[in-house]
């Protein structure tokens, strides 16, 4: 076992895991921060998504050890001060979940892809999109909302 | 998944002697390939030694060469400016490994060790003629990739730069499965210091090749035309669920007539 120490949503945490613990599971289970998902573990659908040092990340697919040292950021360091984000408030706002479960990771991609390309076009979107799998909706209100979203975070 | 020791190494000679040190150890890249084999259980490693402290990172254009060190990322080719200008063929065909969160972690050292018979780079290796310099030596690409997951590299030697000889003209273009964004085939082609190259991923039944009969054919006139209704040979064609060893034939034809026609 080796003590993690990382800051996640500007807090810094620290905990026990062995080297083989996935970054997601330590999030989870040992940070008990349950809103990013697991939803195929074969790093395919990219519901776990989660920023790294900026950069968004499958966190099925990266050892807690690894982000020994890094900044985090979950779904849950999204809203500020009881106020959604702009990319949450644009996911409401244009229907783009059914039942939610892609959301985090969807969110976590989208401000990625928006934050290094502002004026992304719809192509760009879905190809930005492409590591995160949605099984109910469809992606056009999901686009639609990373437009939305786009527009206000350029505010 | 099974258990493993961990361990970060603060150099390439460092992680091979590390390395070498272990029971059944494996060096850790960026882990886009190795994480989900040790998940499914296809590989099962005593230890992982990370290179990611190992100072590996990096990308040079001098002269007539672009070297990118061992442990850049995808996104960090892809969006290099140096890069774009030098060999916008191999900018563009790093930006099509995968997705965005694989091109965030995957690197080139981790993606030309691996040899996947699908990846992208191990074509853009051999359809530029590159350098692979390792902690020990430098081999060749011609002389690196030996088949399917399987290279020159000796036991316990690192990856520590890959060096590109910039071309005149050269492009990549991918069919890509949709599912997985490997190459169904994907065909890299150049003219230039190191000649005509057409090397080919995805479709060869051990892995990345040279389809030396397009080599061949395009010495005479780089152009589209040159390689229209050619096919590779079939029985060397990998076949499977995913397309059958005719139409990847085909398919090494038609790609690379679209890859000489994008040459730039």
Known sequence: ?155 | MSEFNYAMASSADDASTQVKGTGDGSLIAGGMTLIPSIKLGLATPTDLIDLAGAGLSGISVEGTTVTIGAMTRHVDVASSKEVVNAVPALSGMASGIGDPQVRNRGTIGGSVANNDPAADYPAACLGLGATIQTNDREISADDFFTGLFTTALKEGEVITSVGFPIPERAAYVKFPNPASRYALVGVFVSDGPMGIRVAVTGAGINGVYRESSFESALSGAWESATLDGVKADESSMASDIHAAADYRAHLVGEIARRAVAASV
């Not at chain 1, 008990?32 to 790294?52: N, P």
């Not at chain 1, 979107?125 to 949605?134: A, D, M, Q």
């Open chain 1, 1 to 155: 076992m080796a003590t993690v120490s990382l800051t996640v949503n500007g807090k810094v945490m620290s905990a026990e895991a062995s080297a083989d613990t996935l970054l997601v599971n330590f999030i989870r289970e040992n940070l008990g921060m349950t809103g990013t998902h697991v939803g195929c573990d074969t790093s395919q659908c990219g519901a776990c998504v989660v920023m790294v040092n900026g950069d968004s990340v499958k966190s099925c697919t990266m050892l807690a050890v690894q982000a020994e040292g890094t900044e985090v950021t979950t779904v849950e360091g999204l809203a500020s001060n009881g106020d959604l984000h702009p990319m949450q408030q644009a996911f409401h706002d244009n229907h783009a979940l059914q039942c939610g479960y892609c959301t985090p990771g969807m969110l976590i991609s989208s401000i990625d892809l928006v934050t290094k390309n502002p004026n992304a076009t719809e192509a760009e979107i879905r190809h930005g999109l492409e590591g995160n799998l949605c099984r109910c909706t469809g992606y056009h209100n999901i686009v639609k909302a990373v437009q939305a979203g786009a527009a206000e975070m350029k505010g």
